[in-house]
């Protein structure tokens, strides 16, 4: 073999593995948890719309976003999702707020907010109603705590009242 021909043959040897790799598909697949955009109604006459999307990948971790929009004011927070857990049929899940408009004062970016999904499992305007409860850490608590640590320092779920049924809207769990 000529010492061009050998070098390009090594050449492709080493490279083939790298290309093949590239343009394989990955083996780690995205698993949907749940979705959804409801109007949640509380006490009064405020109103909290919160949409959010959040998916498991493959090592376990989770990655979503959302978006809450407060209807009395016109103020909205968006966040990301990093951390969720199932208690029962009740999803759990928190991440750090990203960005706010006219939020309330305790509220600001990098505060973990938390939330509680329940899905009736029946869709948009079907018998039973999804409901949805919110929070947001104390700023004297670390930044970063995961929705696990957040119920524990709770001692626990929210009670049935803290959840706001869906005037309109649906969240699917998956």
């Excluded at 790298?18 to 697949?29: D, E, H, I, Q, R």
């Excluded at 970063?144 to 869906?166: D, Y």
């Excluded at 005037?167 to 769990?173: P, R």
Aim: charged share 10%; aromatic share 8%; hydrophobic share 40%.
């Amino acid at each position: 073999m000529r010492p061009t021909l050998q070098r390009f043959a090594l050449c492709a040897l080493l490279a083939a593995p790298m290309l093949l790799g590239a343009s394989a598909p990955k083996s780690g697949k995205t698993t949907p948890i749940a979705n959804g955009h409801g109007l949640g109604l509380s006490p009064g006459p405020e109103s909290l719309a919160l949409t959010f999307s959040l998916v498991q990948l493959a090592d376990g971790s989770f990655v979503g976003h959302g978006k809450t929009q407060d209807h009395a004011n016109g103020g909205w927070t968006k966040f990301d999702l990093t951390s969720a857990t199932f208690l029962g049929d009740t999803l759990f899940m928190a991440g750090p707020v990203t960005k706010l408009k006219d939020a309330p004062p305790f509220l600001g970016v990098g505060s973990t907010v938390f939330f509680g999904i329940q899905d009736n499992g029946n869709g948009s305007g079907k018998p039973g109603v999804d409901s949805f409860a919110n929070g947001v850490v104390p700023a004297f608590l670390p930044p970063g705590l995961t929705i696990q640590q957040i119920l524990v320092l709770l001692g626990g779920p929210p009670p049935p009242e803290a959840f706001k049924p869906l005037a309109s809207g649906n969240f699917k769990i998956h």
